[in-house]
């Protein structure tokens, strides 16, 4: 790697940072929310790009100060969200022989308990836990269960406003790991894959949980995989998967503008089990959907036409296939760890791959971006890795490992105001990055 190389990286994923920042800060202000707040799953468009400025650009010995960490908010895999001088949390509990989930309301600045409310049945098979992670619009807080249950409750409270068995209601189908979608909210509707014979998505009035449209159905199991609002040349849609097909839904009415069989696209005739399993959101930048399934699958690079009512596929590759841990998008890389335990760079202009290989101490990782550099959470150990945003190896700057709770390490980072949010099982925990 050049200094040249670096530093043109380094350009342009601070770049990038702005433009997301500024489109951001629109959405943020429509929605009640301020600059450093993260109101739901990965942040502005789920890039997973945070826009933080002036953390430290490397941690002094075992890892940056803790400022505080709270048991009792439930099991769960979920991510916080961050909103105000508050953090929200679902977990699971075990409450007279059943299983509920339950969201979680903490002192941003203490990390003391302020609620905790019921508002579903927790999913009781493989791997147990809150999956889904919440979303905060104009005072209230959406969740979905494991179950399948959509449901709004008030942010200050923690009142349960109403919830809907929307799996239940519109006979949804989906994997052998319940629902673990992240709800999208705007001000008029709550979007929901329900998957199966009967739609494919829905929208519930927010209001009062009531059906406002379904989309067709087709005939697919419902992934995992947390929908995406998008803007392209004036076109309003949201962009979803299901077990193989990715689409566009357009909000106000909940017809399909596009759809194609990504599955068939990324396995291109090879001999290989399709899993009904693809769990990381759609990322939209400048035309273009980036999608990245695990089990071998890979990623593809779709580009949408000029009135976003068709795509077409520009590149595929099988060497970045990331299961549920995401990736970043910095300038012309992505950056990911795939399900073989390879740390993967992608080139995102033609899908050619620059490096993929084995790194010590590393498997598969959360990714984000933080003030230009990743932020790399490793689900197998609880390494915190800092890195330069660099092509090649992994250029780790520092790392420190999460001890606090139990279960896998699989929620994904969260930084906001200068602060990295996390939660391992039953424990939430903060870190100061400044």
Request: aromatic share 10%.
């Amino acid at each position: 790697m050049t200094t040249t190389r670096s530093f043109c990286v380094e350009f342009m994923s601070r770049s990038v940072a702005k433009s997301i920042l500024g489109a951001a800060l629109v959405l943020l202000a429509a929605r009640g929310v301020a600059a450093d707040d993260v109101p739901y799953w990965r942040g502005q468009g789920h890039h997973g790009i945070y826009t933080e400025q002036g953390t430290r650009s490397t941690w002094p010995e075992g890892g940056p100060a803790q400022q505080w960490k709270t048991p009792g908010v439930g099991a769960g895999y979920s991510s916080p969200v961050v909103v105000g001088r508050r953090v929200y949390v679902t977990g699971y509990k075990e409450r007279d022989g059943q299983r509920v989930e339950m969201l979680c309301c903490l002192d941003r600045d203490t990390g003391a308990v302020l609620w905790q409310s019921d508002y579903g049945q927790a999913w009781s098979k493989d791997y147990p836990g809150s999956r889904s992670t919440p979303t905060f619009s104009k005072g209230e807080i959406f969740a979905i269960s494991g179950s399948g249950e959509v449901a709004k409750l008030d942010a200050a409270s923690g009142a349960l406003l109403w919830k809907v068995n929307a799996k239940q209601l519109y006979k949804g189908v989906n994997g052998g790991w319940g629902s673990a979608e992240s709800p999208l909210v705007d001000d008029r509707a709550v979007y929901f894959t329900a998957g199966g014979s009967q739609t494919t998505m829905v929208a519930l009035n927010r209001l009062d949980g009531s059906a406002l449209w379904q989309s067709r159905s087709f005939n697919d199991k419902a992934s995992y995989v947390s929908p995406t609002e998008i803007i392209h040349n004036g076109q309003r849609q949201i962009v979803g998967a299901t077990t193989n097909m990715l689409f566009g839904i357009k909000p106000e009415s909940g017809e399909l503008a596009w759809s194609c069989n990504f599955g068939q696209i990324l396995d291109g005739g090879r001999t290989i089990k399709r899993y009904d399993i693809i769990a990381n959101s759609i990322v939209y930048r400048d035309g273009r959907l980036l999608l990245s399934n695990g089990y071998g699958h890979g990623t593809a690079m779709f580009k949408l036409n000029d009135d976003a009512s068709a795509v077409e596929t520009l590149w595929t590759n099988q060497d970045l296939s990331s299961q549920h841990h995401g990736f970043v998008w910095l300038g012309d890389v992505i950056y990911g760890a795939s399900h073989n335990r390879k740390w993967t760079c992608v080139d995102a202009a033609t899908g050619r791959t620059l490096f993929s290989e084995r790194v010590p101490q590393l498997g598969q990782a959360q990714v984000i971006a933080v003030d230009g550099r990743l932020l790399v959470y490793d689900s197998e150990r609880g390494n915190v890795i800092l890195a330069k945003a660099e092509t090649g190896a992994l250029a780790e700057i520092c790392r420190f490992v999460i001890r606090d709770g139990e279960q896998q390490h699989w929620c994904h980072p969260v930084v906001a105001g200068g602060v990295l949010y996390l939660r391992r099982g039953d424990v939430a925990m903060a870190y100061d990055l400044k």
